[in-house]
């Protein structure tokens, strides 16, 4: 296969990492960290939190999907619920969304339970509403190569949304397209668009990665679920319908009749 050629947008990668944000080569680039952005006092409060609800609920017995193991289902306590209204975490927003709403948001960690790699993929084929959304990580532990840190493909959201569900084939792409890594410090931001191409590494040392996912968008979104700065610009509300009856029928149905027939076989295979 041909691979595509990045061109310019290389020169611009080590811009996409700053203590100033800038929406500009993020649109470009598809993903952007902002260093410092979450004050110390901040920090701790969450990491404090985090620890307790951890320990206390979770550590021996979180719920674990075997198809997303990273992914969080525990409620949260309110003070972790609502990471995404941290002020200084809106002003950078803002400055991308001026009419503000969230979409999202939850925790993707690794523990013992998700040391493993999470291959590329993009989120908005997982998602609904319009392609317009930011995915802002927020670490509250040190996020890198070894503990399996968020990784991006720069300039990939270009490509839109591709027509189905997961895991992308980077041979397309070329073995020569950058993959960053970031090292993220608790109290930094990684801004990722929704098309962006991403994964991770295995956690294959250091302390578990422990993130915070919130996604953000334009407030005109039928699909925001909450408004956060500026004024709503949408007199539709989809998050009020229930999305799991949005299809009559679709590829989802499609494969939980088909898991449904495979345990159902596998059921009679295991009585006789």
């Known amino acids: 296969m041909?691979?595509?050629e990045i061109g310019d947008l290389r020169d611009l990668?080590?811009?996409a990492d700053s203590e100033i944000f800038s929406p500009d080569i993020y649109r470009e680039t598809g993903f952007f960290i902002v260093r410092r952005v979450i004050p110390?006092?901040?920090i701790r409060l969450w990491q404090n939190e985090w620890d307790r609800f951890y320990k206390d609920g979770l550590a021996g017995n979180r719920t674990v999907d075997q198809f997303n193991p990273v992914h969080l289902h525990e409620e949260l306590p309110p003070v972790l619920a609502e990471i995404?209204?941290?002020p200084e975490l809106l002003d950078v927003m803002q400055l991308l969304y001026p009419d503000l709403a969230l979409f999202m948001q939850r925790f993707v960690i690794k523990d013992h339970n998700s040391r493993a790699p999470v291959f590329v993929h993009n989120d908005f084929c997982y998602d609904y509403g319009w392609p317009e959304?930011?995915?802002v990580f927020i670490p509250l532990?040190?996020?890198n190569e070894e503990n399996g840190g968020i990784s991006f493909y720069p300039g990939t959201h270009h490509f839109g949304y591709l027509g189905d569900a997961?895991?992308?084939n980077t041979e397309i792409i070329g073995p020569d397209w950058p993959l960053v890594c970031p090292s993220l410090e608790p109290g930094d931001i990684a801004l990722c668009h929704t098309c962006t191409w991403h994964c991770s590494p295995p956690h294959v040392s250091g302390p578990d990665r422990i993130l915070v996912?919130?996604?953000m968008q334009p407030a005109n979104d039928p699909s925001s679920t909450a408004l956060l700065r500026g004024e709503w610009r949408t007199r539709y509300r989809l998050n009020a319908l229930p999305r799991n009856k949005f299809f009559v029928r679709c590829r989802s149905s499609r494969l939980r009749e088909l898991q449904a027939k495979v345990d159902q076989v596998e059921g009679a295979d295991v009585r006789v």
């Open 166 to 168: 997961g895991e992308l």
């Open 141 to 143: 532990s040190v996020s």
């Open 84 to 86: 995404h209204k941290c």
């Open 13 to 15: 990668i080590p811009k």
């Open 213 to 215: 996912q919130a996604t």
């Open 133 to 135: 959304k930011t995915t």
């Open 40 to 42: 110390a006092d901040r």
């Open 2 to 4: 041909e691979p595509i």
